[in-house]
């Protein structure tokens, strides 16, 4: 973290060298003075190449893409594995679901930044849809939080995504570290309210009504299974999953 509460590292390194040469166990952070790096770098690379403005902004695509390709086939997944075996069930999740909901928590980082409509209004009001088959209402919440991080990057208090003193201090070692992999996907979505909790806003009582109406939906169709199924993928496309690996390397110091 650095002057202001500017954070370059998640995680605690595992030692430092001491006084004497020795490896130490490291007790903070690692701490940065300089600003956070995206409007620098967008500045540097529009003057070195100004036509890279042309690949940006909306892509008309992306919407049929993710409910055609994903939400779906997730919710038609949903139904069809209720009654299976547990082993064929478990691979199915982790293969296909996992995948599928991994993919949906990034069209909801892209509905975050506008990048389906023009308009930003249905950027949200489509991320609810997005939303249908991860089974808990937070494209909302994720964009206040998410578009933080962008703007005050490692900034202590406001960006979440900078795990807390608390994990830093208790995570450590392999064991602890491979359990808290396996789970992060939690943490990721709990240490917001600890850190700085949002105000509620009239789309954030939208997203809940709307996911409330759809579970409810599928509860009342299908039963309790598709549900269960829907939470299942969160959990393993957050966990130790191969797609996974993007949230330790794109936050993380090693």
Same mark, same amino acid.
């Given at each position: 973290m650095g002057k202001g509460g500017s954070s370059t590292a998640a995680v605690e390194a595992p030692a430092v060298r001491g006084a004497k040469g020795k490896l130490v166990a490291r007790t903070d952070f690692f701490w940065d003075d300089n600003d956070e790096p995206h409007a620098a770098?967008?500045?540097?690379?529009?003057?070195?190449?100004p036509e890279v403005s042309r690949l940006?902004?909306?892509?008309?695509r992306s919407k049929y893409i993710c409910l055609f390709a994903l939400v779906l086939p997730q919710i038609?997944?949903?139904?069809?594995?209720a009654d299976?075996?547990?082993l064929p069930y478990l691979a199915i999740a982790?293969?296909?679901?996992?995948t599928i909901t991994q993919a949906l928590f990034l069209a909801i980082h892209e509905l975050a930044h506008n990048l389906f409509f023009k308009s930003p209004l249905h950027n949200r009001l489509f991320s609810m849809v997005a939303n249908w088959p991860i089974g808990i209402p937070y494209t909302i919440p994720f964009r206040g939080y998410h578009l933080e991080h962008h703007k005050f990057q490692g900034v202590d208090g406001v960006d979440t995504d900078v795990p807390s003193y608390f994990e830093a201090q208790h995570i450590r070692g392999p064991l602890s570290? /491979?359990? +808290? &992999?396996?789970?992060?996907?939690?943490?990721? #979505?709990?240490?917001?309210? @600890?850190?700085?909790a949002?105000?509620?806003?009239?789309?954030?009582? /939208?997203? +809940? &009504?709307?996911?409330?109406?759809?579970?409810? #939906?599928?509860?009342?169709? @299908?039963?309790?299974?598709p549900l269960a199924y829907m939470v299942l993928c969160i959990l393993l496309a957050g966990g130790l999953h191969p797609c996974a690996g993007h949230f330790i390397s794109e936050h993380y110091v090693f």
């Open positions: 770098r967008r500045k540097a690379i529009m003057k070195a190449h940006t902004g909306p892509e008309w038609w997944l949903s139904v069809v594995t299976l075996p547990w982790y293969v296909f679901g996992a570290k /491979t359990a +808290w &992999a396996c789970c992060q996907i939690l943490t990721y #979505a709990l240490r917001p309210m @600890f850190i700085k949002q105000d509620i806003t009239a789309m954030h009582v /939208t997203n +809940w &009504a709307v996911q409330i109406a759809f579970d409810a #939906a599928m509860l009342y169709a @299908f039963g309790w299974r």
